[in-house]
């Protein structure tokens, strides 16, 4: 199991940049795929930007292409979600996710461990 704890989460203006952290701890991290999903009130858990344990295979969702980039430090246990260019449809609270492989596809089913999520408000 790995135990994730997520940060940077705020409340920002239409057009500002957050850095979401999630540090993590326990199995073995470097061998965990990672993403970040959101939930926005009222909607479903989705996808948003996921990464393999080496780092050479990156998603997005369609949405935040361009805008969020995604990055991991296995050195340092800790997976970052650079969000540029927020919009208030951005708002949400974001979880941290691991995988059980190394690399992991854009379904929730594919993740096991999850954090506690960070709020994230964008206002216009």
């Known amino acids: 199991q790995v135990q994730l704890v997520e940060s940077g989460g705020g409340s920002v203006q239409d057009g500002d940049s957050l850095r979401l952290s999630c540090g993590a701890s326990?199995?073995?991290?470097?061998?965990?795929?990672m993403a970040w999903f959101r939930q926005a009130p009222g909607k479903k858990r989705e996808f948003v930007a996921g990464?393999?344990?080496?780092?050479?295979?990156?998603e997005y969702e369609d949405l935040v292409k361009g805008r969020f980039t995604i990055s991991r430090d296995n050195a340092k246990n800790t997976v970052t979600l650079q969000m540029n260019s927020l919009k208030p449809e951005d708002t949400a609270v974001y979880y941290c996710?691991?995988?059980?492989?190394?690399?992991?596809?854009?379904?929730?089913?594919?993740?096991?461990?999850w954090g506690q999520g960070t709020q994230v408000t964008v206002s216009s």
């Open positions: 996710a691991a995988a059980p492989t190394v690399v992991a596809g854009n379904w929730e089913a594919g993740y096991r461990d």
């Open positions: 326990g199995r073995t991290f470097r061998r965990s795929a």
């Open positions: 990464i393999s344990w080496s780092g050479n295979k990156i």
